[in-house]
């Protein structure tokens, strides 16, 4: 797998493919047995989480992992706080990150208290807190209403234009994959299935066929709605 600067990787698969397993690998949180990870060219593969964090690499979790006593604004500050951010500068960013997601009104409410849909914005914030050069979203918009997906699909494209980030992200919301991705990496069992933009995806015969005999655990792999 290969993401260029600013650019937008959608990364689906039936159930079990591996897709988290590859976001732990990439962010440090698994050691690969054999092969190896380059960060802008730096063989990063023996590299800690925090190392790799401090180096510009960000990711989220499906289950957010907030820390759920504390405020919502204080787990995006401690983000911004971790990679030297100073306080003053690190609130305001925490504040303008949970603007844009519409979270400002819930900055005071302790995280264990937040819906999920909620907690997986917050975990986004917080990522981008640590203003990454690289972001890693596992199922961002579980949770989310449609109205919320709409919101997220313009954070994302903000993620690369505003923040100069690249995004790999997961998803089980396949045609939230199509709208946002510039290219999409299907993995089945481990390995990679197929590479290619969304049109190619989408005609591919043989993805199509995982996703089906995959016993109905995935939605199926339909075009994106027309916004012309």
């Given amino acids: 797998m290969e993401i260029r600067p600013k650019e937008i990787v959608g990364l689906i698969g ?3 493919a591996g897709k988290t397993t590859l976001i732990n690998l990439l962010s440090g949180f698994d050691v690969p047995t054999e092969g ?29 992992h907030l820390f759920p006593d504390l405020p919502l604004r204080e787990n995006v500050e401690l983000a911004a706080l971790a990679i030297g951010v100073r306080a003053r500068d690190a609130r305001r960013l925490a ?20 819906a999920h849909g909620e907690q997986q914005k917050a975990g986004v914030a917080r990522a981008l807190a640590s203003r990454p050069r690289f972001v890693l979203l596992d199922e961002p918009a579980a949770g989310l209403s449609g109205s919320d997906v709409d919101a997220f699909v ?4 903000n993620v690369r234009t505003t923040y100069g980030a ?6 089980h919301n396949v045609a939230l994959i199509m709208r946002v991705s510039d290219k999409i ?10 590479v290619g933009t969304p049109s190619q995806i989408r005609d591919n015969i043989d993805v199509t066929a995982a996703y089906l ?11 994106p709605p027309d916004v012309s």
């Fill in 95 to 114: 504040d303008e990150l949970l603007e844009a997601l519409g979270l400002l009104d819930r900055a005071d409410v302790l995280a264990g208290a937040l």
């Fill in 185 to 194: 990496h299907v993995l089945d069992g481990g390995r990679t299935l197929a």
């Fill in 36 to 64: 190896t990870i380059e960060f802008d060219g730096v063989d990063i593969t023996d590299w800690s989480a925090e190392r790799r964090a401090r180096t510009g690499l960000a990711r989220t979790f499906q289950h957010g």
């Fill in 14 to 16: 039936p159930n079990g």
């Fill in 213 to 223: 005999g995959s016993a109905g655990t995935e939605p199926p792999i339909e075009p």
């Fill in 154 to 157: 313009e954070l994302l494209e």
């Fill in 166 to 171: 690249s995004v790999l992200v997961v998803e």
